[in-house]
């Protein structure tokens, strides 16, 4: 069975940094795109980053284009987003996602971000 | 980037009628890579359709997807109570993905 289990969650103050994890079991890590897609409450999805299979390409959606990094541990089954210069527009859950090509067959159950003083 | 712009918000509808839900792009979706998830409320979402017309694995017949270009569409052909929820469209044609903002569809 596959599965997807975020951490580092929390709040932090504006301006502040985040590391989220994901845990990834039950499919063959190292063969997969990750992505992470964010929601604020109450709002829609959004497709925040991803990375390739072995860690040499990763992409970023325009609002967290240099504040954010997504990396990747093959041996550790783990995907990470270090997340910088926080503000109060990235308050949401965070998912990490994977499946093929760049549709998300598998979600995990979401870590919250809160950026508050 | 490419603006996924779903219709209507909101849609309110009884069990056992049909549910059109669309979502059109701001530019072509090459290769009909484009797909529809459902969300419930605090819970991740779950795919149902991707190459915008292929059902994922255990997803029932009532839910289909057509579409290419810039216009696509989910169909619920007979709306079971479990079908209530957000439907969200999304494109992968591009480097930067992109989700639509998303149909609710809640009981009349």
């Known amino acids: 069975e596959v599965q997807l289990v975020e951490s580092g969650g929390g709040l932090v103050q504006p301006g502040g940094s985040l590391r989220l994890s994901c845990a990834a079991s039950g499919f063959t890590f190292s063969s997969y795109w990750m992505h992470w897609v964010r929601q604020a409450p109450g709002e829609g999805l959004v497709w925040v980053s991803r990375i390739n299979s072995d860690g040499s390409t990763t992409h970023y959606a325009d609002s967290v284009q240099g504040r954010f990094t997504i990396s990747r541990d093959n041996a550790k089954n783990t995907l990470y987003l270090q997340m910088n210069s926080l503000r109060a527009e990235d308050r949401a859950v965070y998912y990490c996602?994977?499946?093929?090509?760049?549709?998300?067959?598998?979600w995990g159950q979401g870590t919250l971000v809160t950026v508050s003083s | 980037e490419i603006v996924l712009t779903q219709s209507p918000g909101t849609l309110s509808l009884s069990p056992g009628e049909r549910a059109t839900l669309s979502c059109r792009a701001s530019q072509t979706v090459s290769n009909s890579y484009f797909a529809w998830y459902q969300q419930k409320f605090g819970q991740a979402p779950r795919l149902l359709i991707y190459?915008?017309?292929r059902r994922a694995t255990g997803i029932p017949d009532r839910f289909s997807g057509s579409g290419s270009g810039t216009d696509f569409t989910l169909t619920i052909s007979r709306l079971e109570p479990e079908d209530f929820a957000v439907y969200y469209c999304?494109?992968?044609?591009?480097?930067?993905?992109?989700f639509g903002g998303g149909t609710k569809v809640e009981i009349k």
């Open positions: 999304q494109q992968y044609t591009s480097s930067l993905l992109t």
């Open positions: 190459g915008a017309s």
């Open positions: 996602a994977t499946g093929n090509s760049g549709y998300f067959q598998y």
